[in-house]
Every structure is written in C-alpha cells, then in structure tokens.
C-alpha cells in the first residue's frame, strides 16, 4: 500500500459513472470531459503535491493506529503549535491553486474535524446519530476522501419559510425504513462536487418546529443512485488556452446543483434526524462552523496576497509605480494583505481549548469573515482601476501570435518600461483572467457569498461577540460621573445654578 494518497488514486476513484450533466448531456467521464478535466487534474495535483517524500511531513500526518499518512486538514489540533502546523499545510494546498481553489478537499474535512470535536452535542440529539458522525468521520479521514457539501437551500421565494416553498424544491425526507432514508428535492451549490469523492449534506439555514422533513443531515458518495449533478457553465470549456486564462483553464472548480431523486441513504450516514434545532447545533454548538470557516480564510489569505501581487505587476507593466498616488494605493493593498494574515494569526494566537481540542478564536474568525467579504470586492475594484484600458487592449487570443504581421504589430504596441512585449500580453491575460473573466467575476460572487449574505454574516458577528465588556467599558466611564454630583460643582459658592445659556 502506498504511503498517502496520490493523484492517480484520486482521478481512479472518479471513475464511477457519477450522473453529471452539462450543456444537456450526460457525463460519462468527468476526468478526461473537456469542461471538467483540467480541473480535476489541478485537484489531482494537490494530492501528488502532499505525496511528494519533500512534503510528505508538512502536508500529512499518520492517525492514531493507522499505518498511512492523510492531509493534515483532518487533524484534530490538541494544542496552538499542532494548529499553526495544520495551518500551513493548508496555505501550501492553496499556494498551488492562488487561492482559487475555494473548495479543495481541506474546506469539508474542516467542518467534520470540527463536528467531531463537538461529538458530544451529537450524542445529546442521539447515540447512534452521534456513532454515525463518528465512524463516518474515521472512513473520511483514513481514505483522505475529498468531500464536498451543499448546506444550503435553492433560493426560491426568500420572503416564505423553507417548509412553506413549492413542493419537490428543498430536498426533505420522503420516507424512511429500517434501511435508512430516503431524500428528495434540491440543494446549492455543491462547488467542487465533480471532482469530489462524497457529499455532505446538511441544512445551515434557521428551520422551524414543523420543518422536520427538512431536517437531517448525511453523507452519500457522489455516484449514490437517485443523485444528479447539474453542472454550471464550464468556464473551463470557454478558455481559449493557457496563455489566454492561465486560471480559469485550470483551477474552474464548477458549481452544481444537486437533485436527489429519492436517494436512499442509510442509517449509518445519517447525522441528524428530524431535529431543527440540531441543523443548527451540529455547526455552531460544534467548532464545525469555526473550523470550515477558518479554512476558508487560510485559503483567502493567499489570494490576497496573490491579487497584491498582481496589482504591482499592474502598476509595473503601465510604469506607473513611481506616481505618489499609485504608491497610495499599493501601499494600502498592502496593509490589507497583511491585515488578513494578522486576523489568522489572531484566531490562532487567541483560541481556546474545547476538552482536548484547541479550537480558532471564534469571534476573530467572524470579524475575518465580515471583513473579507467586503474587502474582496473592494480589492478587485481598485486592481480595476490601476490598469485602466490595458486589461482590455490585448490581443483576442495567442492565436494572433501564430500570424507574424499580427505579432509584429502586437509587439510594436505592446510596450512596457520593464516588460517585453510578450511579457506583457501573457501577464495582462492572468490578470483579466483573475479580476475580469467570467471565471473572475464568478470568484467576486463567491467571496461576497460563500460564507452566507452580510445579514447572515453580521449576524454572527453580533451574536459571537463581547457585548458585556464593551458596554461595560461604556458603563464604567458612566460610572465615574453622575447628574447631581456634577450640578453641584456649578453651584457657586454660597450662591444660585447658573442658568445655561
Ligand atoms: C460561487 C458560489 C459557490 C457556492 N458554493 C456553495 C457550496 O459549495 N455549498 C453550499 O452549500 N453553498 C454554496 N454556495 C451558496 C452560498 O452559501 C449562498 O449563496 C449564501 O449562503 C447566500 O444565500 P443565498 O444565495 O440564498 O442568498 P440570500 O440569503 O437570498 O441573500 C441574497 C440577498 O438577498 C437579500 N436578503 C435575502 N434574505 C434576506 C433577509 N432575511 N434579510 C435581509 N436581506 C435579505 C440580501 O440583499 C442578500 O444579499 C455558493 C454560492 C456561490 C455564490
């Protein structure tokens, strides 16, 4: 047996007629399909990475009685320096994708790593749903499978109550046995869950007393019988070359839809059952929450710094680097990149322990979460404004390379103070391809997004934070004064308050 898993496992393991559909055609093949392919190569590649004998100690760990190493992202921390070390394998995965790879196999095992820390609130909804969490979670880390998840409902009519959409929308349960459940209806937006091996499923939204149907959450293998995978567009598929979108060519991780069409899932992989406020507990009375989300901005602290990157390349490839304002504004990128890594070195630096577990400090991680959403776009917009029409005056594909009038007039115009003319078509391309392309915009939508919209983000903010010692800093101030005292000291000796005038 080999020591960890690689990428050609991973690709193999793809291979299992999963009912993926794009364009209106089945997929009988996600990893050689040319919308998929690239980028299960891309996550195939983060597999090879960690098998390599160099990265082998930074990128995985040996569970207890186990003879093979898995990602270190199912980890369970028991102490600051084991998480500092998890972190940086994370930032490692994430390095090879730019941070474009939002959903990467570490995002899931993080929500499990948390779940399984809070076993206990599981066992309090039931023993055997609390044993399923728990034997799932030994079969998911010891095959270091990739896991998506869909925790959210369709849209739909977000003025009426999940229970009260149409019919068949919102996947519920529609009838159980001694075998298990069985589900039906939809779920977004399972980002990754092409390439991934198992799903997650599970209700993140606020359910009410009545919703039961609604209420549950499992584990099913991608190929699970009755499960349809309805793919987006493929900006993959769209991307000209390489050269043209160094990005969205490889690291378009997909998002889909996903139908359960009476999919049977058995006791075993059934988390919760029939419990409302268990959706809930099983992320937030859990690290789950935590522990997914602190993933999420290891991965966005590299893509900052990769979009901080690009934005100096900007100024370099315009020459205008050396303009105060233009210095302004990098500057302030800047302090913006370093203001995400000092958040994640404060969610680490300020966590606690929970038993045995050391778990991220949880507000910190919240404040990260409403402060990025905001900043991403933010980010983007200034990138915009550095570059001006240079994004846009490019040549419309390397096919105009191949033609040698073209080039010639191509090189005539393509000129830079510091960069070749070639130089500078290939590196304004990435930079489109990043802030600009579909795949780019695409990526705004899921940073503003993927964490839950401001109200819902915010709202953790509000609940998670101090409330108490911030007022209490208010009423100790109050404290130091009061009404009559402070009338006395205008009375003049001996004399009347002086009327305020
Ligand atoms: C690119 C991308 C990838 C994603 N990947 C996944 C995934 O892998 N798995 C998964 O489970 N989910 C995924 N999601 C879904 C994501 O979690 C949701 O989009 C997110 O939780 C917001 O929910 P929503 O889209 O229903 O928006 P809504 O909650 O409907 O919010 C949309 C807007 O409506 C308004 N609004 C709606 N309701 C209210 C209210 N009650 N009060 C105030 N304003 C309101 C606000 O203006 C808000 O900004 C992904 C989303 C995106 C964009």
Redesign the pocket.
């Known amino acids: 047996m080999k020591s960890c898993k690689t990428g050609a496992d991973h690709i193999k393991s793809l291979k299992d007629a999963r009912t993926v559909y794009i364009d209106g055609k089945l997929v009988t093949d996600v990893t050689d399909h040319p919308a998929f392919r690239n980028a299960v190569k891309s996550a195939a590649a983060l597999y090879d990475f960690q098998a390599r004998p160099e990265n082998i100690e930074l990128m995985t760990f040996r569970p207890d009685g186990s003879n093979r190493r898995v990602n270190r992202a199912w980890q369970m921390p028991r102490n600051y320096s084991e998480m500092v070390r998890r972190r940086k394998a994370m930032q490692a995965w994430a390095a090879l994708s730019f941070g474009f790879m939002g ?1 990467s196999p570490d995002h899931v095992a993080s929500t499990l790593v948390g779940q399984r820390m809070g076993l206990e609130v599981f066992q309090k909804h039931s023993s055997e749903r609390a044993k399923a969490l728990a034997d799932y979670f030994e079969e998911a880390s010891r095959n270091d499978y990739f896991l ?5 409902n369709p ?1 739909a009519e ?1 003025a009426k109550d999940w229970g009260e959409q149409a019919e068949g929308l919102v996947a519920r349960i529609v009838d159980e046995d001694s075998g298990g459940i069985t589900i039906r209806g939809a ?6 869950s092409i390439m991934a091996n198992e799903v997650l499923v599970a209700n993140l939204q606020p359910l009410k007393p009545g919703e039961e149907d609604l209420a549950f959450s499992c584990a099913l293998p991608m190929n699970a019988k009755g499960l349809r995978v309805l793919s987006r567009k493929s900006y993959e598929a769209a991307a000209i070359s390489i050269f043209d979108n160094p990005l969205s060519s490889r690291f378009d991780e997909n ?1 889909a839809l996903m139908y359960f069409e009476d999919v049977k899932v058995p006791w075993e992989r059934v988390f919760v059952y029939r419990d409302t406020d268990m959706c809930r507990a099983q992320f937030h009375d859990t690290p789950g929450h935590s522990y997914q989300n602190y993933q999420a901005q290891i991965r966005l602290s590299v893509k900052i710094q990769f979009l901080t990157g690009l934005a100096r390349r900007i100024s370099e490839a315009i020459g205008t680097t050396g303009i105060p304002s233009v210095r302004e504004q990098l500057g302030l990128l800047a302090a913006q990149s370093g203001m995400v890594n000092a958040m994640l070195a404060g969610m680490e630096a300020e966590g606690t322990m929970r038993g045995e577990w050391y778990v991220p400090n949880r507000h910190y991680m919240y404040s990260a979460q409403v402060l990025t959403q905001d900043l991403y776009p933010r980010v983007v917009n200034v990138l915009r404004e550095l570059a001006g029409g240079a994004l846009i005056m490019l040549p419309s594909s390397i096919h105009d390379f191949a033609d040698a009038d073209l080039a010639r007039i191509i090189r005539a115009t393509q000129r830079a103070a510091n960069m070749a003319p070639d130089d500078k078509v290939k590196f304004l391309k990435a930079a489109w391809d990043a802030i600009g392309s579909e795949f780019g915009s ?1 990526h705004t ?2 940073e503003m ?8 983000t915010a709202g953790h903010s509000f609940r998670t934070y101090d409330w108490d010692a911030a007022t209490g800093m208010v009423d100790g101030l109050l404290a130091t004064y009061e009404l009559a005292g402070e009338l006395a000291q205008l009375q003049p000796a001996g004399g009347k308050a002086a009327r305020p005038t």
Do not use: C, E, H, P
């Not at 998506?148 to 959210?152: E, K, L």
């Open positions: 959903r998506t998840y869909v925790i959210i849209q977000r779920k977004m937006l399972g980002t990754s998002d695409r939508q899921y997004f993927y964490a839950g919209a401001r109200f819902i």
